[in-house]
């Protein structure tokens, strides 16, 4: 990696929608029917037109597929002892948060 390498996000793109943001809205969307009861109907039918159970194990699986092919490009890296653990510990982090690449824009 060059010195103006990043390592970003992991979170895959499929046609447009981050793989991890698929299991984080359906996360949300069933905290907001626990806290407002009446709106699960509403949901589960928003969700029938607008998802399958196939691409949510889909976005879920390319996810971790993803995480996984990571973790093994950082502990093949000189980690030291705890090499394994810290690529998972950096996988995770990557995985949770919102890395925004700061590159200038026109020079």
């Known amino acids: 990696m060059s010195i103006l390498g990043q390592l970003g996000p992991i979170d895959p793109q499929l ?3 981050p793989a991890l943001g698929v299991a984080q809205a359906l996360e949300r969307i069933a905290a907001l029917s626990e806290k407002f009861p009446g709106s699960a109907e509403m949901f589960a039918k928003y969700l029938q ?3 399958t159970v196939e691409q949510i194990g889909y976005c879920e699986r390319i996810a971790q597929s993803a995480a996984q092919y990571a973790q093994r490009l950082l502990a093949a890296k000189s980690l030291g002892a705890r090499g394994e653990a810290i690529a998972q510990e950096l996988v995770h ?8 690449h700061r590159f200038s824009r026109g020079s």
């Open 15 to 17: 046609g447009g929608l």
């Open 93 to 100: 982090g990557l995985q949770r948060s919102r890395v925004r």
């Open 49 to 51: 037109q607008a998802l």
